[in-house]
């Protein structure tokens, strides 16, 4: 009796087996679905700054044609051979209006090559990390807009694209940690431009152009993201005693 109750004790003082404690789920829980939230709404706050600079080139457009409404309206040859570079501003006035309109296109399709490479390489991006990419990418447009207005269009065109991509190119070389990786984002980016350039110069089949280009970009996210398992990403939980 007296061996019982010396095991019965000792089995109450037994402490009870340790719980393995896990991480909260709800600050991991939804995260994909939260950041693509994020990415769509950000896009949306920078069209704000696309409408400002699409405003400053209606507004020069129409300084530059009161300007040379004198001119047209006499029939001096002299004076309207020597305002026919002015009429050029106009080609780089339109590029830069519907420019803007593909503006939001854009923008998403290079956040979201952003969220890519923080989903399959488990990097982890702020939100300031992605405005400054969207601020970068609204520079493109205003620096279109001011190179319009002293080199051709197409000279313009490439020098918007060239700073803005090298801004941007130096810029993930950091946040992404490797160069390999600023590398792939700069073949992006020079990709985007490239058939926004294709697009902006096509007047009879730009919609076919930027169709076929959506299909490409979709195809490849698809194909990037066949294995990732989204579920998990969302509602993982790791025991603490596993780390």
């Not at 926004?196 to 490409?216: D, I």
Request: hydrophobic share 60%; proline share 5%; net charge positive.
């Amino acid at each position: 009796m007296k061996a019982s109750n010396g095991r019965g004790r000792l089995a109450g003082m037994n402490p009870p087996p340790p719980v393995l404690a896990t991480r909260p789920v709800s600050g991991r829980r939804h995260a994909v679905t939260i950041k693509l939230l994020f990415i769509a709404a950000l896009v949306l706050i920078l069209v704000v700054p696309l409408q400002m600079v699409n405003a400053l080139r209606e507004e020069r457009a129409a300084n530059l044609a009161q300007g040379l409404a004198p001119v047209a309206a006499t029939a001096d040859l002299r004076e309207r051979a020597v305002a026919l570079p002015a009429t050029a501003e106009f080609d780089a006035y339109r590029m830069v209006e519907r420019a803007v309109k593909h503006g939001p296109l854009v923008l998403g399709l290079v956040l979201v090559a952003f969220f890519l490479f923080e989903t399959l390489t488990e990097l982890r991006l702020h939100a300031f990390h992605y405005g400054l990419v969207g601020a970068a990418l609204v520079l493109f447009f205003l620096a279109l807009l001011a190179l319009g207005e002293v080199v051709p269009p197409e000279a313009a065109y490439l020098g918007a694209a060239v700073a803005s991509s090298a801004l941007i190119t130096g810029y993930s070389a950091a946040i992404l940690h490797s160069w390999l990786r600023a590398g792939l984002v700069a073949v992006l980016l020079g990709a985007v431009h490239a058939v926004l350039f294709v697009v902006l110069r096509m007047e009879a089949y730009a919609l076919v152009a930027g169709t076929a280009a959506l299909f490409a970009a979709l195809g490849a996210v698809m194909f990037c993201t066949r294995r990732v398992d989204w579920h998990a990403h969302e509602t993982a939980a790791v025991p603490e005693a596993a780390r």
